[in-house]
């Protein structure tokens, strides 16, 4: 089985930045794509992007195109979120998961195709 842990959450002025950090431990296997979700209380929890696991290329939710940057570090079986020109509507919980199926080929951004799920971290964007 593996575990997942975020980190780097916190207050941050808009226009500023962030970097979010999901570490995988236990039973890790590069082979599986990884997301970023986020959601704010009351509301469903929202795709922000994935990293395939086979040439690292990565994909947004437009909301957030061009601003955040998803990358990945294998040898430390760690996925990065990269923040910048944050807004007031960014602020959420956000969660990392992982795909419940190996070598997955082509995207996924529904909810029900992650089966492993860190514990969220709060990002808060506020004056």
């Known amino acids: 089985q593996v575990q997942l842990v975020e980190s780097g959450g916190g207050l941050v002025q808009p226009g500023g930045s962030l970097r979010l950090s999901c570490t995988a431990s236990?039973?890790?296997?590069?082979?599986?794509?990884m997301a970023w979700f986020r959601q704010v209380p009351g509301q469903e929890r929202e795709f922000v992007g994935a990293i395939l696991w086979t040439n690292n290329e990565a994909y947004y939710t437009h909301s957030v195109k061009g601003r955040f940057t998803i990358s990945r570090d294998n040898t430390n079986n760690t996925m990065y979120l990269q923040m910048n020109s944050l807004k007031p509507e960014d602020t959420a919980i956000y969660y990392c998961?992982?795909?419940?199926?190996?070598?997955?080929?082509?995207?996924?951004?529904?909810?029900?195709?992650?089966?492993?799920w860190g514990q969220g971290t709060q990002v808060t964007v506020s004056s």
């Open positions: 236990g039973r890790t296997d590069s082979r599986y794509i």
């Open positions: 998961a992982r795909d419940r199926t190996p070598q997955r080929r082509g995207l996924s951004g529904a909810i029900d195709d992650y089966d492993t």
